[in-house]
């Protein structure tokens, strides 16, 4: 009998799980193996983590894949060891070591000085060694092939930076960012300026949007609920509603009337809705039925609904 016969059906479901990645895994990986194990149709990640990171990987099943974008668009939190005296092909320590400092020398506080002026608005040129694509090929692919291209400097904000110790010429570290932020490159132009060239050592994703590590499960966690449940009941219950993605929008509970008039595509006034930006849109019983945007006239008009 074949794999494909013996596969267990595909299920319509729909919900948030957070995931905790682990090492030498990619995301996509890691989200089929999910998948599989919740027997899920379709899925989707919310931010892609490195091979070499671990940490909070959110995924999104069935309808909750219509929020991917919001999360991808939060910001993330992370804790980092770099190390200082050497600088890598690929920013960590997976890459070959192109230049190394013997002795470096730093104290606490210039560090911490150091780590200032890196907080706020600031510009990173995204690394070769990213997923990042140019004429329709991801970087890292032509990285691989010795193919260097030029890359534009790129916005990001780091919220909070915070020197946490010095160990063995390792800076340990929290970072709280925008979306697009590189810890890989924070930690070269960190070594640039101390003058000894760094790349990470290890790399944790600590939160992404309103959402935490230490709420977060394990493969092995999940592998234990399947087999502890023959009809995938102690999966379900851990799998978070759509909205919670979304609690940093108001929300707007609609009569029965409005809620139909959005459902086909048409905008309403509600009363009490904001003046501008977007909104979590409920009808009877606190049902979330999707994202509205506030118009110009003060209307709401359908975003994104959910089935």
């Not at 092909?89 to 560090?111: K, M, P, W, Y």
Request: hydrophobic share 40%; proline share 4%.
């Amino acid at each position: 009998m074949s794999e494909q016969s013996i596969r267990p059906p595909r299920r319509e479901i729909s919900g948030i799980l957070l995931l905790d990645k682990p090492i030498d895994a990619s995301s996509n990986r890691v989200l089929q193996r999910a998948k599989g194990i919740f027997s899920a149709r379709k899925a989707g990640h919310t931010g892609n983590l490195d091979v070499l990171a671990t940490g909070l990987l959110p995924i999104c099943f069935g309808e909750a894949t219509k929020v991917c974008g919001f999360l991808l668009d939060s910001d993330k939190s992370y804790l980092a060891d770099i190390k200082l005296g050497a600088t890598t092909t690929t920013g960590d320590r997976e890459g070959e070591i192109l230049r190394e400092v013997a002795n470096v020398d730093v104290t606490f506080s210039q560090v911490e000085e150091v780590l200032s002026r890196f907080q706020g608005e600031i510009e990173q040129i995204p690394p070769m060694y990213s997923a990042l694509k140019r004429d329709g090929q991801r970087l890292y692919k032509l990285a691989r092939k010795g193919i260097e291209i030029e890359r534009e400097p790129r916005p990001v904000t780091i919220h909070k930076i915070e020197l946490l110790a010095i160990a063995n010429q390792t800076l340990s570290i929290s970072v709280n960012c925008s979306k697009g932020t590189y810890i890989r490159t924070l930690a070269e132009d960190i070594g640039e300026v101390l003058e000894c060239g760094a790349h990470v050592t290890m790399l944790r994703r600590t939160g992404a949007g309103p959402y935490s590590l230490s709420d977060a499960f394990q493969i092995s966690d999940l592998e234990k609920r399947l087999a502890d449940s023959s009809q995938h009941e102690l999966l379900d219950e851990i799998l978070l509603p759509l909205d919670t993605a979304l609690q940093h929008f108001p929300d707007l509970n609609l009569s029965d009337a409005c809620a139909l008039s959005v459902s086909q595509g048409q905008a309403v006034r509600v009363s009490g809705a904001p003046s501008c930006g977007l909104v979590r849109l409920y009808c009877a019983e606190r049902q979330f039925i999707g994202i509205g945007t506030v118009l110009e006239d003060g209307r709401i008009a359908p975003r994104r609904l959910m089935r």
